[in-house]
């Protein structure tokens, strides 16, 4: 999908500056640190726990977006002599900095995950670790959760471990960075092999069943001072980086399935037969031939996006998959469901330690087991309250509010004019269908939307929407559409 910015009016911009600043104190973001976690953090920058295993000899490098410093992985991939490959996935070791129970881990627990909102970033941990000395910067010695996952030669995982090395990254990757060198046949070889061994993973997870749904993602970004409203469609880079934390995700967890100890990310299947039936009903309404004996996730990645028809049913099917959870097990009690249903396989989260909670444990539960070790007792004693720690997180809620406020600054002086847009949801499962949300390409909104006059909304269906609100102060519908 082609990218389009919104510039908002110097009016716009202050309203949304302060909705933000409003925002942040109704989910009583912490902004600054206290003094004796700043104090502590900077004490065990200072001395780490570092491993006796060196691997600084494998040539790592890290793609992330392009101003990030709070680096959790890094990556060598290469071929294995008689077929197939082998990567090295590194995970920043923050267990290595974060002493159990001390002031850091205590304030990582309050905060659960790390913030990002379009004009400042609230860390998980105090920057000098999670920007600094436990982030996988390039050129910097760094202790490190070393992953080795040995592949054959169609992309399927055959062995797969964990232990603690220190290592060194010398390149700092952007994907936009990355996708272009791997285009104009400049990337060298370990970023040849990721993008050789992504499409293989990629075959993979179609062939277990796992889902993929490349929505362009709505982004709010602060430039040279003015904020900025645009969709961004995912690179194909972007997609194979992700294959390789799918990989070590599934890996961790069934490392922990089989020691019976951990914490799962779970996601049970779609079992309402009334929501399979709407999904077909949808198809069938918006020309998407779903033939019989194909799987809803090899249809939707036969899907396009770009497409308004392909658009509207893609939006309807995700709002219709049941949440994801953390499961916890202990002493070989295993629970009744371990699978995350859009992945097809267990999972966990075990890749992102500097900037979500859970991660730290995960890591350790999984070093222990293949070290054939006990796990450590402060991870045991934590781990059945981490659901409900990470159940605190605030990251999905200001993610989305924070668009919510965009796009009600952006179109803001213009209540009253009439916009292309395509219905992409409906409240059809309620009856005759009369709210919903439409999609307008410029600008990048996607907003509620009320029939006039008792009309019905169709699916997939190109109107012409008047804004009849956009208040960035609103509590509910900061924008709202009417149609006709």
Not at 75 to 85: K, T, V
Not at 260 to 268: D, P
Not at 389 to 409: N, S, Y
Not at 457 to 479: F, W
């Amino acid at each position: 999908m082609q990218r389009r910015l919104m510039h908002m009016s110097a009016e716009a911009q202050d309203a949304l500056r302060t909705a933000l600043e409003e925002l942040r104190a109704e989910l009583k973001v912490p902004l600054a640190f206290p003094k004796r976690v700043l104090k502590a953090a900077e004490d065990a920058a200072k001395h780490p726990r570092l491993p006796e295993n060196d691997r600084t000899d494998l040539p790592f490098f890290t793609i992330d977006p392009p101003t990030s410093k709070d680096l959790d992985q890094a990556m060598h991939l290469e071929r294995r002599p008689g077929g197939g490959y082998r990567v090295y996935y590194a995970i920043a070791d923050v267990a290595a900095f974060v002493k159990p129970g001390g002031p850091v881990d205590a304030e990582a627990h309050d905060r659960v995950e790390t913030l990002y909102f379009p004009d400042l970033k609230v860390p998980l941990h105090p920057p000098v670790l999670s920007e600094s000395k436990a982030s996988l910067l390039p050129n910097e010695k760094r202790p490190a959760l070393l992953w080795q996952h040995d592949l054959d030669a169609h992309g399927n995982l055959t062995d797969s471990s964990v232990s603690r090395a220190m290592i060194c990254s010398q390149r700092q990757l952007d994907y936009a960075g990355a996708q272009q060198a791997l285009d104009n046949g400049t990337a060298g070889d370990s970023l040849k092999l990721l993008r050789e061994i992504g499409e293989l993973r990629e075959a993979v997870e179609v062939a277990r069943g796992g889902i993929s749904v490349n929505l362009p993602d709505q982004e709010v970004t602060l430039k040279d001072g003015s904020f900025r409203l645009r969709y961004v469609a995912p690179l194909p880079v972007e997609g194979w980086n992700e294959q390789i934390s799918l990989m070590t995700g599934m890996s961790a967890a069934r490392i922990m399935l089989d020691t019976g100890t951990g914490i799962l990310r779970t996601q049970k299947e779609r079992t309402d037969q009334n929501v399979i039936k709407r999904l077909h009903d949808i198809a069938k309404a918006l020309g998407i031939v779903w033939r019989p004996g194909i799987s809803y996730a090899t249809l939707v990645r036969k899907l396009d996006p770009r497409n308004q028809q392909h658009m509207a049913f893609l939006s309807e099917a995700t709002g219709t998959m049941p949440r994801s959870e953390y499961t916890v097990f202990r002493d070989g009690r295993l629970p009744e469901y371990t699978t995350h249903a859009a992945i097809a396989a267990p999972y966990t989260h075990c890749t992102a330690p500097l900037r979500r909670l859970v991660d730290r444990y995960t890591g350790e539960l999984c070093v222990a087991a293949c070290a054939d070790k006990v796990p450590p007792t402060w991870v045991l004693d934590a781990l059945s309250c981490l659901p409900c720690d990470m159940a605190r997180g605030k990251g999905v809620q200001a993610d989305r509010q924070t668009v919510d406020l965009a796009e009600a600054a952006v179109l803001k002086d213009r209540v009253g004019e009439v916009f292309d847009a395509t219905v992409i949801d409906t409240d059809a499962e309620w009856g005759r269908p009369r709210e919903g949300r439409v999609f307008l390409a410029d600008p990048a909104v996607l907003a509620k939307v009320e029939s006039n006059n008792g009309l019905e909304l169709q699916l997939g269906s190109s109107v012409r929407a008047r804004l009849k609100r956009a208040a960035p102060a609103a509590d509910e519908d900061k924008v709202l559409f009417t149609v006709p």
